[in-house]
C-alpha cells in the first residue's frame, strides 16, 4: 500500500494559520512559519490579559471608590470597614457604578458606613 501524504490536514491547518494572522503587515501576514510564531505569541498575550484585565478593573474600581468617599468625609479603608460593619454586601463593581452614576445612592450608603464605624 503506498504511503499516503498530509496534503489535506495540513493545507487546512497552514490555512487557520494564515486566516488568524490576517491583520499584520509584512512577512507576519505572508510567511508561514512567521505567521505561526506571530500567532503563537498573540495567544500567548491574549492569555496574560485576560488575567490581567481582572486586576486593571479592580484597581479602576477601587480608585473610582475611594475619590468617592473621601468625597463624603471617609477614607476607601473606613468606607469599606463601615459597609461591612453594617453588613452591607456590595461588591466593589457596582460600588464604583453607583459613585459615577448615581451620587444619592453613593451618599447614602457612605451614611450608613459612617453610622457603623461610629457604632463599632
Known amino acids: 500500500m503506498p504511503r499516503t501524504k498530509t496534503v489535506v490536514p495540513g493545507r487546512k491547518r497552514r490555512r487557520k494559520v494564515m486566516t488568524a494572522v490576517k491583520g499584520n503587515r509584512g512577512g507576519r501576514r505572508k510567511l508561514y512559519q512567521t505567521a505561526r510564531e506571530t500567532l503563537m505569541r498573540s495567544l500567548q498575550f491574549a492569555y496574560r490579559d485576560r488575567r490581567a484585565k481582572k486586576r486593571e478593573f479592580r484597581k479602576l474600581w477601587i480608585v473610582r471608590i475611594n475619590a468617592a468617599a473621601r468625597h463624603h468625609g471617609l477614607s476607601y479603608n ?3 470597614r463601615g459597609l461591612k460593619a ?9 460600588l464604583a457604578d453607583l459613585a459615577i452614576r448615581d451620587g444619592e ?4 450608603l457612605a451614611e450608613v458606613a459612617k453610622q457603623a464605624t461610629i457604632a463599632a
Open 78 to 80: 473606613a468606607f469599606i
Open 86 to 94: 453594617a453588613q452591607v454586601e456590595i461588591d466593589r463593581k457596582v
Open 105 to 108: 445612592a453613593f451618599a447614602r
